[in-house]
């Protein structure tokens, strides 16, 4: 059973920096997906960053520069770095992981697994 669980988030200021973790246990595809995602209080679920078994990376427009995704295969652990957050960086945080080899999914909702989310809250 494939399971996803995320960490790491919390309350900070505006300007302040998170990592967060999710760790993927039960996944035994040999290719993978996992994107993290993030819902605004209010809006739509959004992509932000991918990886994939390969190493290669995907980053939302909006987040360039200030998001940074990152794997430790030993620790079966993606992470992602959030640097300089803003209020609008408020929102529950989730990773995802899809077996299909286009990553990110065309669509949010091609994604196979997810976690339970991390909540991310920036006051300024």
């Known amino acids: 059973q494939v399971q996803l669980v995320e960490s790491g988030g919390g309350s900070v200021q505006s300007g302040g920096s998170l990592r967060l973790s999710c760790v993927v246990s039960?996944?035994?595809?040999?290719?993978?997906?996992v994107g993290w995602l993030r819902q605004p209080p209010g809006k739509e679920r959004e992509g932000v960053a991918s990886?994939?078994?390969?190493?290669?990376?995907n980053y939302a427009d909006s987040v360039k520069g200030r998001f940074t995704i990152s794997q430790d295969n030993a620790k079966k652990t993606v992470y992602l770095e959030i640097d300089n957050l803003t209020p609008e960086d408020t929102a529950m945080y989730y990773c995802?992981?899809?077996?299909?080899?286009?990553?990110?999914?065309?669509?949010?909702?091609?994604?196979?697994?997810w976690g339970q989310g991390t909540q991310v809250t920036v006051s300024s």
């Open positions: 995802a992981a899809s077996v299909e080899t286009a990553c990110p999914p065309s669509s949010n909702d091609e994604y196979d697994y």
């Open positions: 990886i994939d078994s390969d190493g290669r990376i």
């Open positions: 039960g996944y035994t595809y040999s290719y993978y997906c």
